[in-house]
């Protein structure tokens, strides 16, 4: 395992099932709210998901399930992909809970052995937090691109580049009235940070916390790395931060496409 994913291992294998049962709750009223409203959880990307009523998906740093659950609801057929053990505990005991069948792989995925599910998942769906954890874009694009069937989907929806230029690039960070322009948006270095939900214990326990090793990427680097493995863009959408700054961007949508292309010349 690389030296990246080893440090962010360590990290969100830390009181990461705490965190979500402090946070989200306990999995039997998670899976009893998840079974009374499914749509409410996916409600930012159904749009791009479409009907995913008996479509095989592929979510990658699935974490906690909060996602994958409500897509098996809905009828998906659904597989996770995530390196961390407490995520997982905490997923498969809301599906229990739920009584609903997800495939939980805790793998790094950049290790994950595709050759028997290469092809042939029609969605591939990723969220909030993801291209951080990967020193090579190209390496995860292409990865995504092989597990695709022609004809699958992608769903990459993640923080908003611009958050490079500031000082607090964590966009769930309170910040106050002012955003400070303190960040180089072409930094290409690996950056220490807090696993994304550190900030939400107690302070005295915080320095606890292994810590995780984050590349922030451009726009420009993260089109160009999905067109480059063969992706076929249909649209990104950019949508404004979370907090009051409604005018700064913080998170975006690609919507992508995994097409077989015919040449001309190839036809027929
Ligand atoms: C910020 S979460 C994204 C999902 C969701 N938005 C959330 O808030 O939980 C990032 C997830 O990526 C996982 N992760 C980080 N690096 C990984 C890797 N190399 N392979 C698989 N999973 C990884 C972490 O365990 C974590 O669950």
Same mark, same amino acid.
């Given at each position: ?31 009893? @709210? ?16 479409? @009907?995913? !009523? ?18 098996? /609801? ?7 992909? @995530? ?9 498969? +005991? ?8 997800? &495939? ?6 950049? +290790? ?10 029609? /969605? ?5 937090? /993801? ?15 092989? $597990? ?7 769903? %990459?929806? @993640? ?24 960040? &180089? ?5 690996? &950056? ?5 939900? +550190?900030?939400?214990?107690?302070? !005295?326990?915080?320095? +606890?916390?292994?810590?995780?090793? $984050? ?17 076929? /863009? ?19 949508? %690609? ?14």
């Amino acid at each position: 395992m690389s030296k990246q994913s080893q440090v962010n291992k360590k990290a969100w294998s830390y009181k990461a099932n705490e965190f979500w049962r402090n946070n989200l709750g306990a999995p039997t009223d998670v899976a009893k @709210d998840m079974l009374k409203q499914p749509n409410y959880y996916l409600r930012r990307h159904i749009e791009y998901l479409g @009907d995913v !009523n008996g479509k095989k998906v592929i979510n990658l740093l699935g974490s906690c399930g909060k996602k994958a659950i409500p897509l098996a /609801i809905l009828g998906a057929d659904v597989t996770v992909v @995530d390196i961390s053990e407490e995520n997982m505990k905490y997923a498969t +005991e809301v599906a229990k809970e739920a009584n609903i069948n997800i &495939n939980y792989i805790v793998s790094d995925v950049l +290790e994950l052995n595709i050759n028997e599910i290469q092809d042939s998942f029609d /969605i591939a769906y990723l969220e909030g937090g /993801i291209l951080h954890y990967f020193v090579d874009i190209n390496e995860i694009a292409l990865k995504i691109y092989n $597990l695709l069937k022609v004809g699958g989907k992608l769903v %990459l929806n @993640d923080f908003h580049p611009f958050r490079k230029i500031l000082k607090e690039p964590d966009i769930f960070k309170e910040v106050g009235d002012r955003l400070e322009i303190g960040g &180089n948006y072409f930094d290409d270095e690996l &950056n220490v940070a807090e696993v994304a939900y +550190e900030k939400f214990f107690p302070v !005295n326990e915080q320095n +606890e916390f292994p810590k995780c090793l $984050l590349r922030y990427w451009t726009m420009g680097e993260i089109i160009s790395s999905f067109a480059s493995v063969g992706f076929v /863009i249909e649209k990104l959408v950019e949508g404004p931060r979370f907090d009051s700054h409604k005018n700064i961007p913080g998170e975006f949508t %690609l919507v992508a496409s995994k097409l077989k292309i015919i040449l001309p010349h190839t036809k027929g």
